[in-house]
Structure formats: C-alpha cells, structure tokens
C-alpha cells in the first residue's frame, strides 16, 4: 500500500496570502494524484487530478504540480472560502489512499 | 445536475450488518465507475470500494475486505454497501462518489450517511 504524507499539518495564513501544500508518496505515483478539498460538515470536492488538471468549476487560483513522488497544491491567492482541509489521493494501483490532511486557516 | 443520495446509515452494534444505497441521478450512471469513501468522526479520508460501470470488477480496502460488499443495480440507478460483521472501526461517515470521466477519481460525492457502530 502507498502512504501518502502531507506537510504542513496545519497552515495559518491571512487572505490574500499564498498557500503551498505538500504531498509525498511513499513510492512513485506518476502522475496519478489528486486533490481534494473539505469544509466543515461537507463533503470533499475534487481540486485537482493528475496532478496538475484543474477539475470543472475550479478557478485558477489553484495549481497543482509535481510527479513521481513529490506534489505540491498552490492557492495563489487566498481567498476566504479556501479556508478547509486539503487531501491528496493517489490512484497509482489499489488500494487507492488518502494523505491525512492539511488544514489551512486564518490567521 | 449530478446528484448522488446516500441512505441506510444508523447505530449497529457490534457484529451486526447493515445495508447503505446510494440513490443516482443527473447522469448516465450505468455508464459509470462508483466508489465508497469513509470518513471517521474527526479523522481523515478512508477509500472503502470501487465497482466498474457494469459491476464486472470490484476492489476493496484490506480493513473492509470479506466483510463488505459492493453492488450496484443500473436499472434503478443505485449503488449498494453491504456491511457485515461490523466493528466499532467501521464507524464513520460514508459517502458514495461517482467516479470523474471513470479515471478513479472521485467527483462528486454525496452527502454522506452516518454508520455508527456501538453497544
């Protein structure tokens, strides 16, 4: 089984501010990662996938890139409703896994 | 719109079974992949299953595998959970999730059903 580890656990930022989110695999994913976002008591929403694809609907304040092993999520600038939890999510082979997260708040 | 609605979830003591459906509209859903992703309360992300489009091939997580089983019935637009011997680890949120241009990711997702396993 991959294991993905995200770093930091948590980042404190302002509004405005750019935010840099990593993911690292365990063993080469290639391409196939992706991320995810979560609000309190909602569901998780698809950002990005194949590790630099924004997915429908997802403005371009989010970027993603990265191969191998090594990922990073960038919000250019921060907005209030980007404030939640960030998951990465590989699909290399099964089982399929979850980074544990990375929560970004306000400052 | 797509719209996925999770149903079946509620307290189950340990050991018993329980059935969750995920009800499918806004798309063709026969044509379509479906997982079921978990998510313990205060925890983190946990994929559960994965069936194809047309149910010929299934895959679990190692912690749900021989107790679980995923299904889904295309002529009613439904994807299923069953759960057996039910662990208080298998307590969580569940939520079903179509699978995005079928290519294992997942989007969207439902709202999700609380399964609560305790005596």
């Known amino acids: 089984e991959i294991v993905l580890t995200q770093s930091p656990a948590t980042l404190s930022l302002s509004p405005g501010e750019r935010a840099t989110l990593s993911c690292r695999a365990s063993q080469s994913v290639s391409s196939y990662l992706a991320w995810y976002q979560q609000k309190p008591g909602q569901a998780p929403r698809l950002l990005m996938y194949d590790a630099s694809n924004r997915a429908t609907g997802i403005p371009a304040r989010f970027s993603g890139s990265g191969s191998g092993t090594d990922f990073t999520l960038t919000i250019s600038s921060l907005e209030p409703e980007d404030f939640a939890v960030y998951y990465c999510?590989?699909?290399?082979?099964?089982?399929?896994?979850f980074g544990p997260g990375t929560k970004v708040d306000i400052k | 719109q797509v719209q996925l609605v999770e149903s079946g979830g509620g307290v189950v003591q340990p050991g018993g079974s329980l059935r969750l459906s995920c009800a499918a509209s806004?798309?063709?859903?026969?044509?379509?992949?479906m997982h079921w992703v978990r998510q313990a309360p205060g925890k983190g992300l946990e994929w559960v299953a994965f069936i194809r489009f047309d149910g010929s091939d299934k895959y679990y997580a190692d912690s749900v595998k021989g107790r679980f089983t995923i299904s889904r019935d295309n002529s009613q637009n439904t994807l299923y959970l069953q759960m057996n011997s039910l662990r208080a680890e298998d307590t969580a949120v569940y939520y079903c999730a179509k699978d995005y241009s079928n290519s294992n990711w997942f989007d969207p997702w439902g709202q999700g059903t609380l399964v609560t396993v305790s005596s």
């Open positions: 999510q590989h699909r290399s082979n099964w089982p399929f896994t």
């Open positions: 806004g798309f063709t859903f026969s044509s379509y992949g």
